[in-house]
């Protein structure tokens, strides 16, 4: 049974850093694209990251580039997130999510994966 269980949100002032985890279970991390997405209250869920599996091939939205980092521990069969320079409009719920249809790092197409973790808050306000 795929698993995806998110880690790591908090309340954080502007300009701090934070790392969410995703760990998976269920399935071998390494065989599949990971992407992180987002939900802010009132918004549509958005894409913010993700990592193909071979080459570990990484995209960013262009609201969070620069500042935010995807990374993975095929060993801890974990993903990461880490993020830097937060800002209070990147207060959200974060998912990660996976689908084994999907080995290349695409967004658009990650947003119809099949595996979604319940999501973990990060709370960006001084």
């Known amino acids: 049974q795929v698993q995806l269980v998110e880690s790591g949100g908090d309340l954080v002032q502007p300009g701090g850093s934070l790392r969410l985890s995703c760990e998976a279970s269920g399935f071998a991390l390494d065989n599949y694209a990971m992407a992180w997405f987002r939900q802010a209250p009132g918004k549509e869920r958005e894409g913010v990251s993700c990592?193909?599996?071979?080459?570990?091939?990484?995209d960013y939205a262009d609201s969070i580039k620069g500042r935010f980092t995807i990374s993975r521990d095929n060993a801890k069969n974990t993903v990461y997130l880490q993020m830097d320079s937060l800002k209070p409009e990147d207060t959200a719920v974060y998912y990660c999510a996976t689908d084994p249809r999907f080995l290349s790092c695409d967004l658009e197409t990650m947003n119809h994966a099949i595996y979604w973790g319940k999501g973990t808050l990060v709370t960006v306000s001084a």
């Open positions: 990592i193909s599996s071979e080459y570990e091939i990484t």
